[in-house]
């Protein structure tokens, strides 16, 4: 597994923690991840990148690009995060923004899976596997 970090705001993300969240992941699904990019950048970065691939105005919480090829079993992708949207939503969910950032992983990596958000439906199985994966990461680091 490669992993590439980039941090362009002045909020505090380890490699470590990224790494820890993508191997709870490859565990849960028997998967394995290959390379994979994570960014986490400011809503007028975000607001750019939203306009010039999805023709989206305005920031979101998470940009997923899957790099996957095809017949293969391994996950490749890139997971774009703006953290100024994800301290509004820790704010709006009453969550400390570590969570918030945990769950936007997670969740970046079950759209490389393969998993939607497109419905009601799809957003309710979304979010039951991203709480599954943050009590995965919960009972991990309380046994570390």
């Known amino acids: ?71 293969s079993d391994l996950i490749d992708g890139e997971l774009i995060i703006c953290v100024d949207q994800a301290k509004r939503q820790s704010r709006q969910y009453k969550v400390i923004l570590d969570n918030e950032l945990s769950r936007l992983v997670f969740h970046g990596l079950l759209h490389l899976k393969g998993f939607n958000d497109h419905t009601d439906q799809e957003r309710e199985i979304m979010h039951e596997m991203e709480n599954e994966l943050l009590d995965m990461m919960s009972v991990k680091s309380k046994n570390d």
């Open 1 to 71: 597994m490669e992993i590439f970090l980039t941090n362009d705001t002045k909020t505090k993300i380890t490699k470590t923690k990224i790494k820890s969240q993508i191997l709870i992941f490859e565990e849960k699904f028997n998967i394995k991840c290959g390379t994979l990019s994570v960014s986490f950048i400011s809503d007028e970065d975000m607001e750019r990148l939203n306009t010039t691939y999805l023709g989206h105005e305005g920031s979101t919480d998470i940009i997923t690009f899957d790099y996957k090829e095809e017949n």
